[in-house]
């Protein structure tokens, strides 16, 4: 079946610390993948995406992720996490390889960022 | 601003009465998607469409209506609220082709008692 792991819940770090968030996808297809953020009461941001070319791709707020076709992996990371950055975040895939845009969501990682 | 909206924000039912979220958005984007969004379960679809006059279900569509008249509106119709349907529920819409994900809109907080 076609899933996305989010497999940590609740993550949190001191402010200037480096991040990283962990997505495990399973799909057949080339995927075409996203993460996205929510801060409290808001609805959610695109990050950044991946649907081709170099596995390391560049998004706002100084995120970046890897996607690794081998483990499944698409982990955003941070390298310096600033206290405005504690919010929800979402793995998606895109499922359009099978003819639709429906998205699978992971079930969101919570970070927290102590000062 | 361009983007989605979706109309209210807070909304409190008593079990077993109807009500509309309504969704618009003016980017005239074909794809238009509901999504519920509940504690430790993400977010799951509940329907979505394809353009006007065109829908289909999602993961979770028991107990919700649509129907896509326009491009721009997408409405999601529940007809008998239950408690379960107390969620905080999300539209979105993009391109047809597109590579820039879905844009969300703010969110319904949806509390049935």
């Known amino acids: 079946a076609q899933s996305v792991t989010q497999p940590d819940i609740h993550i949190t770090v001191s402010e200037g610390a480096s991040l990283e968030l962990r997505c495990n996808y399973s799909y057949g297809a080339t995927p075409y993948l996203f993460w996205y953020v929510q801060s409290p009461g808001q609805g959610l941001q695109l990050l950044l995406k991946y649907f081709s070319g170099d596995t390391l791709v560049q998004g706002i707020k100084g995120f970046e992720a890897e996607f690794k076709r081998s483990q499944s992996s698409f982990n955003l990371r941070k390298p310096s996490v600033h206290w405005s950055d504690a919010a929800e975040y979402f793995c998606a895939v895109d499922r359009r390889g099978s003819g639709t845009y429906k998205y699978i969501f992971g079930t969101g990682t919570r970070l927290k960022v102590l000062a | 601003n361009a983007g989605v909206t979706q109309t209210p924000k807070f909304q409190v039912l008593k079990t077993g009465q109807s009500m509309t979220l309504q969704c618009a958005q003016d980017?005239?984007?074909?794809?238009m998607s509901w999504y519920r969004q509940d504690p430790g379960m993400g977010l799951r679809l509940i329907h979505y469409?394809?353009?006007?006059?065109?829908?289909d279900q999602g993961e979770v569509p028991n107990g919700y209506n649509v129907s896509r008249s326009t491009t721009e509106d997408f409405p999601l119709r529940l007809l008998s609220a239950a408690p379960s349907q107390t969620s905080v529920y999300f539209c979105?819409?993009?391109?047809?082709?597109?590579?820039?994900?879905?844009?969300f809109g703010s969110g319904t907080r949806l509390t049935v008692v």
């Open positions: 469409s394809v353009g006007a006059g065109i829908t």
């Open positions: 980017m005239n984007h074909e794809y």
């Open positions: 979105a819409s993009t391109r047809r082709g597109s590579v820039d994900g879905y844009t």
